[in-house]
């Protein structure tokens, strides 16, 4: 029978020994240190200076003193002396809350178990049949391994929810995910009872919830404006039905056919493009630019008004580049179509201003002078009376000047009085030179007439 036991090396009783005792105690001792093996501390080398009974080293390399020569030994202290045990593959020994095992080089903390479809996990903290992954820390890192990193959150179907909550003292606070659907929304409350579903994204990937615009005109200070409102975003075309003044939405319109216009308060009938902004219910403006075509010869004309004090203005049509000479016009007094407006007939030229001033101006051949008396200063000579039928009418009877020049060699016989008979909004009459000097010359005189006035 051998001695010792093979795995503990507790000292066996032989037959007939003497002072039996001693070995069972010897046996006793091993086995009060080695059972639930308890060190204190691992890969250690200086012996302590007053070990107690009992205490257990796990050794370490190159061990000193007492322990000189047992590196890898556990070193007990036992009946006043140091007691070595060389350890076992597989025995454990616990500092404290800490594990480890002999591997027959070295003590190494325990390998992990099989860490599949466990009932849950807690990390410093206790999980649940809800919560089944319980992590209490100041952060959570999730790392990527060489590339990208995607954390998936995967439900059964579409009415299910796979989302984040965001709480505070265990009170829902915010959510985002697909809550009930597979829109992805972002919620949030105030109270985790009431809620808000602040943005949702459909899979069209429109945007709707109480953090945009809920209307073409809201102002609502901290929502994000829509496509369309306020007049941004794709125009929509008007047609026979919309009348101008009652268009509320803000946007940007435009019609393609002129006879749509017709009745509906446009400023001309033509098609164009309008902007409609509107701040409020009672304060907005409208701005139309007419479309270039054939009939128009490529013009563009813009127009405006606003709506205020509850009633709209008239259309005012903007000055531009194209509207500085053209056709004047006007409705009640007010300027509505060019800057200048200058043209000719075969009674003269005229020149008309936005403002309503209007200038005339003619040279017209009076004819030969008649001889009215005989001798060098004995009487004048005139010509006929003639009418001067203005290029453009007058509102009113202009102001009419002018001076009579004749040609030929006698300086003397330049020397004409115009006289001009009266005027009314057509026409100069009887408009006549006479000669004021005393020579027989026959000369045909020419009548520089201008007509200043108002044509509204």
């Not at 590339?147 to 299910?160: E, F, M, T, Y």
């Not at 429109?206 to 209307?215: D, R």
Request: net charge negative; hydrophobic share 45%.
């Amino acid at each position: 029978m051998p001695e010792y036991s093979t795995n503990l090396t507790l000292p066996y009783l032989q037959a007939a020994q003497a002072q039996k005792h001693i070995t069972h105690n010897e046996a006793l001792e091993r086995l009060d240190l080695l059972v639930q093996l308890r060190v204190e501390g691992f890969a250690q080398v200086t012996p302590p200076a007053a070990p107690l009974e009992g205490q257990v080293w796990a050794l370490g390399a190159g061990a000193v003193n007492d322990w000189a020569g047992q590196d890898g030994t556990l070193a007990a202290w036992a009946n006043g002396g140091w007691l070595f045990v060389a350890p076992q593959v597989g025995w454990r020994a616990a500092l404290g809350a800490e594990l480890r095992i002999w591997d027959g080089a070295e003590w190494v903390a325990p390998a992990l178990p099989a860490l599949q479809n466990l009932a849950g996990l807690g990390v410093n903290a206790g999980y649940d049949a809800v919560n089944r992954l319980a992590v209490s820390a100041e952060a959570t890192l999730l790392n990527h391994e060489g590339a990208g990193h995607q954390l998936k959150l995967n439900k059964a179907a579409a009415g299910d929810t796979a989302s984040l909550l965001f709480q505070t003292g265990w009170s829902g606070r915010a959510e985002m995910g697909t809550a009930g659907g597979d829109d992805f929304a972002i919620k949030v409350s105030a109270d985790g009872a009431t809620w808000h579903e602040a943005l949702k994204i459909s899979g069209s990937g429109l945007a709707s919830g109480t953090a945009v615009t809920q209307s073409p005109v809201d102002l609502t200070v901290g929502r994000l404006l829509r496509s369309g409102d306020f007049g941004l975003g794709t125009a929509i075309t008007l047609g026979a039905a919309d009348d101008l003044d009652a268009l509320m939405a803000s946007g940007l319109y435009y019609i393609s056919d002129a006879a749509d216009t017709a009745g509906n308060n446009y400023p001309i009938a033509a098609a164009g493009a309008l902007v409609n902004l509107r701040r409020s219910a009672s304060e907005w403006v409208q701005s139309f630019t007419t479309a270039p075509d054939t009939a128009q010869a490529d013009e563009l004309r813009q127009f405006t008004r606003s709506y205020g004090a509850g009633g709209w203005s008239s259309w005012v049509e903007v000055i531009h580049q194209g509207r500085i000479v053209g056709p004047v016009s006007e409705v009640s007094g007010l300027p509505t179509g060019s800057v200048i407006e200058s043209g000719a007939t075969a009674n003269g030229r005229f020149l008309r201003l936005a403002d309503g001033t209007q200038v005339c101006w003619q040279a017209l051949a009076l004819g030969s002078v008649l001889a009215s008396g005989s001798g060098s200063y004995a009487a004048p000579y005139a010509t006929a009376a003639m009418d001067w039928t203005y290029p453009a009418a007058f509102s009113a009877p202009p102001q009419v000047s002018g001076s009579a020049l004749a040609g030929g060699s006698d300086s003397l016989a330049r020397a004409m009085v115009l006289v001009i008979g009266g005027s009314d909004a057509v026409k100069a009459s009887d408009i006549s030179a006479m000669r004021i000097t005393g020579s027989a010359v026959d000369l045909s005189p020419t009548a520089h007439l201008i007509a200043v006035g108002r044509w509204f």
